[in-house]
T-cell receptor, first 109, second 113 residues
Framework: NAGVTQTPKFQVLKTGQSMTLQCAQD?????MYWYRQDPGMGLRLIYY???????DKGEVPNGYNVSRLNKREFSLRLESAAPSQTSVYFC????????FGSGTQLSVL | SQQGEEDPQALSIQEGENATMNCSYK?????LQWYRQNSGRGLVHLIL?????REKHSGRLRVTLDTSKKSSSLLITASRAADTASYFC?????????????FGAGTILRVKS
């Protein structure tokens, strides 16, 4: 089993560019999450999806959109990237515990 | 604001010593979980303790939960250099829609060989 697969691993954007982070899980989980991790701040929840067809805002949703394409896939989109969105992004899916992807290191210049 | 806060922020010990990390949280919870993150990697689940449990063991890990004080501790016994990582507590707030986990800022553990 691959678990949670997240792409890309690294990305550099210029301010104002857009991009989509992809995430897929093969564990048949209903719940999926997007977190960002910044130094000294732990993980902060951006958006989550409790089940296919539903999405909800987390702690820091501004500047992001998400799509729960199907049960397996949950994508995160930055429509107009800003330097404040420079971070490491993690996708996760959940049974009782969370399974994380390997992360995307995003730099916005 | 974050639900869980770990203490200390950083801990440096010698191999073979025990490491204790603490977590405090703010609201009533369903369960509390501990995760480990090696540098540059995603988080890995270590152990889950439910709100009606007081202590749980898994190998060299021992977790306690005191719901009256809204706190938990993670003890790693006989530490090894490979235990060097960041450790996070995460809580599932009671009655929270979507079963969201809320993470603390983490404790950075360094085990010197």
């Amino acid at each position: 089993n691959a678990g949670v697969t997240q792409t890309p691993k690294f990305q550099v954007l210029k301010t104002g560019q857009s991009m989509t982070l992809q995430c897929a899980q093969d564990m048949n989980h209903n719940s999926m999450y997007w977190y960002r991790q910044d130094p000294g701040m732990g993980l902060r929840l951006i958006y989550y999806s409790a089940s296919e067809g539903t999405t909800d805002k987390g702690e820091v949703p501004n500047g992001y959109n998400v799509s729960r394409l199907n049960k397996r896939e949950f994508s995160l989109r930055l429509e107009s990237a800003a330097p404040s969105q420079t971070s490491v992004y993690f996708c996760a899916s959940r049974g009782e515990k969370l399974f994380f992807g390997s992360g995307t290191q995003l730099s916005v210049l | 604001s974050q639900q869980g806060e770990e203490d200390p922020q950083a801990l440096s010990i010698q191999e073979g010593e025990n490491a204790t990390m603490n977590c405090s949280y703010k609201t009533s919870i369903n369960n509390l979980q501990w995760y480990r993150q090696n540098s540059g990697r995603g988080l890995v689940h270590l152990i889950l303790i439910r709100s009606n449990e007081r202590e749980k063991h898994s190998g060299r890990l021992r977790v306690t939960l005191d719901t009256s004080k809204k706190s938990s501790s993670l003890l790693i016994t006989a530490s090894r250099a490979a235990d060097t990582a960041s450790y996070f507590c995460a809580t599932v707030p009671l009655m929270e829609y979507g079963n969201k986990l809320v993470f603390g800022a983490g404790t950075i553990l360094r085990v010197k060989s």
